[in-house]
């Protein structure tokens, strides 16, 4: 597929001045499941549409520790990349591809241009912020009210949600990596909830019942 098809698929509010502006200027880019699309510390050169696949964005903290923030998935943008090549920043997070995926590159010449210029750009823009900052709301609720068995339960819930499917093929390491705890927690707590009757640990992958 072109850049044109794949912003006629998945951007159909965009006004057609925009979508042939965007289609003249943006590359498509391939990324292996498991391939960084960004690091903490990046320059970035371009605004990311993901048009195919999805992407895990992390937050990198001290001692190399990570934590979750949230998935993008075909139709979404990243407003971290759009802040950050708007405002000429370095990247303050991390992204990576958890399947096989495509984007579409803007280069952030034209940034200020579709933002003063199409109202279609300005408001998916808008709306772009507005949703991740709800969901980081969310993110930052758990972590402050709630205890790690709440937001374990919170996690394979939205985990469940933006997959589609009840069988998350995930480790208990890398729970306990997205939600910065210790993988001996995060054991004993997933052993609970299967007694439970909330998810059946198998050998590869957890089913999620509730």
């Not at 109202?119 to 808008?126: G, L």
Request: aromatic content about 10%; some cysteine.
């Amino acid at each position: 597929m072109t850049p044109n098809d794949f912003l006629q698929t998945l951007f159909p509010n965009f006004e057609p001045e925009l979508k042939k502006v965007l289609a003249e200027n943006a590359v498509i880019k391939k990324f292996n499941a498991g391939d960084m699309l960004m690091q903490t510390g990046q320059n970035m050169r371009s605004t990311v549409l993901i048009v195919e696949g999805m992407v895990k964005l992390y937050r990198e903290g001290e001692e190399g520790k990570e934590f979750f923030m949230y998935y993008l998935q075909p139709g979404n943008a990243c407003a971290l990349s759009m802040i950050c090549a708007t405002k000429q920043e370095t990247s303050q997070v991390m992204a990576m591809a958890v399947d096989d995926t495509k984007v579409l590159m803007i280069p952030i010449a034209l940034m200020d241009t579709l933002m003063k210029e199409y109202k279609t750009w300005y408001y998916f823009v808008m709306e772009t912020y507005r949703m991740r900052f709800e969901e980081l709301l969310v993110v930052i609720d758990h972590i402050a009210f709630k205890g790690m068995d709440e937001r374990l339960e919170f996690y394979l819930d939205k985990q469940y949600r933006d997959l589609g499917t009840r069988e998350l093929v995930i480790t208990h390491n890398e729970i306990a990596t997205d939600l910065n705890s210790s993988r001996e927690v995060i054991s004993r707590l997933l052993k609970k909830m299967e007694q439970r009757g909330e998810v059946v640990l198998h050998r590869n992958f957890i089913e999620y019942l509730k």
